[in-house]
């Protein structure tokens, strides 16, 4: 049939490439760990320290990883997580907490373990922070440059 | 009263080729009832099914003609087909008269035959399709009707805009021009769709490959060639009515065309209303992440729109004159998936979303485009002037709830210019203008000379910042040369010099962040852009070559193209709120390079044609949006930071058509196509380009009939799609599993009474399969695409004399 050629072509081409062994595959976050924290719904207190821990891998070298925190009084984002939390009503931020930071990991690691203590303060020079729903947003890289996030829902309380 | 086109065709000179005694040669030039000449009619001689395209004075030559009996067929739009049989026992000239179209627009079939010789006549790989072409495979956006077409794809975004990639080259590496003048919107988003309404179309080229030496910077990638042709007969006036519905996201569209001429005043109005619902996709829930958010009645929440365009065009033509002045807004408002605005899975008021499809709430886009075009032009015997100018004005904004994002204040200050809701606003004013002469030398050459200059002044507003406000200038000038070696083979060749400047305008947050310096901390108004200035000079070239036998034609070129970084590129310090990435701009990049070799091969007899279009692509250094593994806690949020770099980079494609005519009425067809590109330095060493299409082939069946029992040119057509998984990516893309589609389409000309009535149908994705398009917008969260489609596309001309 006249079509054959058409189809040897694409045969040639598939042939003459040459399979690069690129890095395709995205780092990952595993917060099922024993102890891992904060989970989904968890509560992190203001006040005082907690421990991120968490493990993270990656198939050839992890990157880095950043955690934001930023307040979720409007319900606007949901959770990464299939469970559903408890939601206190909508209501409008007053002075509430915020928090953004990025971390090296090793440079060679595959894997990588996080126990890294966060204080958070009970307020600013506007008072206290206000209580409620939060979004604990967990961003992580590998070298080339995939990336993971996992978006929980949290409280944050006095 | 000239109702008569009056078909010239005047005694050419020839002179003996060295071919031998049974060959003939036929020479003629076409002219319309003001002795202009007709560039682009077709001319078709039956049996040998040689055709040719009258150059811009209006000539055609047939050379290699056995002795014997012809039917020479020429046809033009808005004429009368003539038909007439020819004895050709030598060289002849041939003089003739055309009779006027006196119905429609639409009486006038034009056959693929003019399509088919501008792609031999041009070195480049081309495709032309027109209005007929559009209205059967009408999809949601101009684009999205082109898709089928060797070599074209789109990044879909939702039902009702596209934009266009070409060969997996797109965004400002496409340019799209329109009645020649570069259309210029926000290209550059990855969000944005293409300003351009699709029933004000006609006929469309499109450039496969690199075309900077006629189009400047920026069609490193490809043209989009659109141009208004259709012109009304003398005193005459008429119009189209279309009405168009979809059942997949419940559109109703319609659009009027009237247009009239008296004499040398003519014009046209068009307005089009188009309105869509949400859309449907053949699943009940979308993972976002590993979120799962549930549809309802499998609509993709908040994706409906609506489009309003005017058109008026007022036209003079005289004796070897014409001039022409456009006017058109195109205006648009259509919403995104309200369960993802960035990479967050959002939570939605499903109540209020889910009241009506037909709603428009936050987040959604808006954008009119108002473009006012003059393009005229003079035409003497062997040579024409044009000029083009053009004034446009874009204005995009994307609205969504405020949401504090990083260190904005949690509650909105009251105290601002812009409206909390506003998160991006870019409003852009574009001068541009085009010169040209050409010229026929002599028998065997042409000439062109020609200039394109362009003004912008981009301005930006809203609370969030992505690119910086900026003004861009730009000129360039070329020549082209074409020089015919014998009537079946000639070169081309061309140069062109430009130079563009840009400047950026610094600017700076409108909400403080805290600086950590020297262990105290400091709240400040940080600057995300500063000033820059750059200017960029090159100089491209493209050589090309054609040949042509009677079964045969090929086509080789070979040309370097380039593209001037954009304000993006060099100046971008935001995050991307769509991808959650903090985009930096590189203020050093260098104007991007590209050299490229074009092929085409094509065999054609009357069951049977076969072609390819191979190409191999090299850039020195390929602008690119790298994703790196840091973090930026101030500027960027905590977002992962891309960088704009530059790497070389190599690609090859083909795309490959045939068709066999397995009976009279039926005929089988292939489309497929085929791009492979790979990072040859860089930190993406190795890797492929963003956006690459998978490789995909259509076969089609089609049956056509001139008339089926009340059914005039009546047509059916099944297009069985397969696309291959695309496991070729980078980073942050997802592979894509391969998918097979089935389209059908159908319909024909009804005659009732005197009027007549073309009805164009479809149905795509007739087995509502769940697929997802590689590169799609919504890809990344996991929306597959749009369902089973059922699309009406009802067109009445109607036609009066004055």
Same mark, same amino acid.
């Given at each position: 049939m006249f079509y054959i050629p058409v189809i040897v072509f694409f045969m040639l081409i598939a042939a003459c490439r040459d399979d690069n062994k690129v890095d395709s595959e995205k780092p990952y976050i595993d917060i099922?760990? #024993?102890? #891992?924290?904060?989970?989904?719904?968890d509560t992190i207190y203001f006040g005082e320290t907690f421990l991120l821990k968490m493990a993270f891998s990656d198939n050839v070298e992890l990157g880095a990883y950043s955690i934001d925190i930023h307040n979720n009084f409007d319900h606007h984002s949901h959770s990464t997580e299939v469970t559903e939390c408890n939601t206190d009503p909508v209501k409008n931020p007053v002075n509430p907490y915020v928090f953004i930071n990025d971390y090296a990991i090793p440079q060679g690691s595959k894997e990588y373990e996080i126990n890294l203590p966060i204080s958070i303060p009970e307020g600013n020079d506007a008072g206290l922070f206000d209580n409620g729903d939060y979004h604990f947003f967990i961003s992580l890289t590998d070298k080339e440059g995939w990336s993971s996030q996992k978006g929980l829902s949290i409280k944050m309380l006095h | 009263m000239s109702k008569l086109v009056v078909l010239v065709l005047y005694m050419a000179f020839f002179y003996s080729l060295s071919f031998g005694q049974n060959y003939s040669v036929l020479k003629g030039i076409v002219v319309d009832e003001n002795n202009q000449p007709l560039t682009g009619a077709s001319i078709l001689l039956n049996p040998i099914k040689t055709g040719m395209v009258t150059d811009i004075n209006g000539q055609f030559v047939i050379d290699r003609l056995p002795k014997g009996s012809y039917i020479i067929d020429i046809s033009f739009i808005g004429y009368k087909t003539h038909v007439d049989t020819i004895l050709i026992n030598k060289s002849i000239s041939y003089k003739a008269q055309l009779e006027v179209a006196n119905l429609s627009l639409h009486e006038v079939i034009v056959t693929d035959n003019y399509a088919e010789n501008r792609k031999k006549e041009e070195s480049l790989n081309v495709e032309i399709v027109n209005d007929t072409y559009l209205k059967q495979n009408l999809g949601g956006s101009l684009m999205n009707s082109l898709e089928r077409l060797p070599g074209v794809t789109t990044i879909a975004i939702g039902s009702g805009q596209s934009k266009p990639v070409i060969r997996g080259l797109g965004f400002n590496r496409i340019v799209v021009v329109e009645n020649n003048i570069k259309h210029e919107a926000q290209q550059w988003g990855t969000d944005h769709g293409l300003e351009i309404d699709q029933y004000a179309v006609d006929n469309i080229k499109v450039i496969k490959g690199p075309a900077s030496l006629m189009y400047g910077s920026d069609a490193i990638g490809g043209v989009i060639d659109m141009k208004n042709r259709n012109l009304p007969t003398n005193n005459s006036f008429g119009g189209t009515l279309d009405l168009t519905g979809k059942t997949n996201n419940n559109l109703l569209g319609t659009s009027i065309s009237l247009y009239g001429r008296k004499n040398w005043f003519f014009t046209n109005a068009r307005a089009t209303y188009i309105n869509y619902a949400d859309y449907k996709v053949p699943t009940d829930s979308v993972d976002i992440y590993s979120y799962r958010a549930a549809l309802r009645n499998n609509y993709l929440r908040n994706t409906a729109g609506y489009e309003k365009n005017l058109h008026l065009t007022l036209g003079i033509i005289q004796n070897g004159f014409q001039s022409k002045l456009f006017v058109s807004t195109v205006n648009s408002k259509s919403g995104f998936f309200a369960n993802a605005h960035g990479l967050e899975p959002r939570n939605v008021d499903a109540e209020l979303h889910d009241q009506s499809n037909r709603d428009i709430n936050y987040p959604y886009h808006n954008v009119n485009h108002l473009k006012v075009v003059n393009t005229t032009h003079y035409n003497w015997e062997h040579s024409k002037l044009e000029f083009d100018l053009g004034y446009q004005r874009n204005l995009r904004q994307e609205w969504s709830e405020y949401v504090s994002h990083g260190y904005m204040p949690p509650v909105f200050p009251g105290s601002l210019s812009f409206d909390p809701e506003l998160e991006r606003e870019f409003e852009k004013y574009v001068y541009s203008g085009n010169v040209k002469f050409s010229q026929q030398v002599n028998d065997k050459t042409d000439w062109m000379v020609g200039m394109n200059g362009e003004l912008q002044d981009n301005k930006i507003d809203g609370r969030g910042f992505i690119i910086p406000e900026y003004n861009q200038f730009s000129l360039g000038a070329f020549v082209f040369a074409k020089y015919s070696f014998t009537e079946r083979s000639r070169i081309q060749l061309g140069l062109r010099y430009d130079y563009g400047k840009i400047e950026t305008s610094e600017y700076h947050d409108w909400f403080p962040s805290p600086v950590v310096e020297n262990g105290s901390t400091s709240l400040q108004y940080l600057q995300r852009a500063g000033n820059i200035d750059r200017s960029f000079s090159n100089i491209t070239w493209s050589l090309g070559y054609n040949y042509d036998l009677e079964h045969w034609s090929l086509k080789a070129n070979i040309g370097k193209s380039f593209r001037i970084p954009i304000a993006k590129e060099l100046a971008a310090n935001g995050v991307n709120y769509h991808r959650f990435s903090y985009e930096v701009g590189n203020s050093d990049l260098s104007p991007e390079i590209s050299y490229q070799l074009d092929l085409g091969v094509e065999y054609h007899s009357k069951q049977f044609a076969i072609g390819a279009t191979p190409f191999l692509n090299y850039f020195s250094n390929y602008i690119y949006l790298n994703p790196s593994s840091e973090f930026d806690r101030l500027y960027g949020n905590g977002n992962q930071v891309f960088y704009y770099t530059e790497s070389e980079v190599f690609r090859y494609g083909v795309e490959v058509h045939a068709h066999y005519k397995l009976l009279p009425n039926l005929q089988l067809g292939i489309i497929s196509e085929y791009v492979y590109s790979e990072q040859?330095? $860089?930190?993406?060493? $190795?890797f492929t380009l963003p956006f690459s299409p998978p490789a995909s082939i259509i076969l089609n069946l089609r049956y056509q009939k001139r008339k089926m029992i009340f059914i005039e040119n009546a047509y059916a057509s099944f297009d069985y799609r397969i696309t291959t998984l695309q496991n070729d990516i980078v980073p942050p893309e997802e592979t894509t599993d391969g998918y097979q589609v089935v389209n059908l389409s159908f319909g024909g000309e009804i005659q009732f009474k005197n009027q007549k009535v073309n009805i164009s149908m479809q149905v795509q994705n007739l087995l509502n399969t769940k697929y997802f398009n590689?590169?799609?917008?919504?890809r990344l969260i996991n929306v597959p695409e749009p369902g089973r489609n059922f699309i009406v596309n009802v067109s009445v001309p109607f036609l009066g004399k004055i």
């Open positions: 099922s760990i #024993a102890g #891992a924290f904060p989970t989904n719904c | 040859l330095s $860089g930190e993406k060493k $190795g590689h590169t799609s917008y919504y």
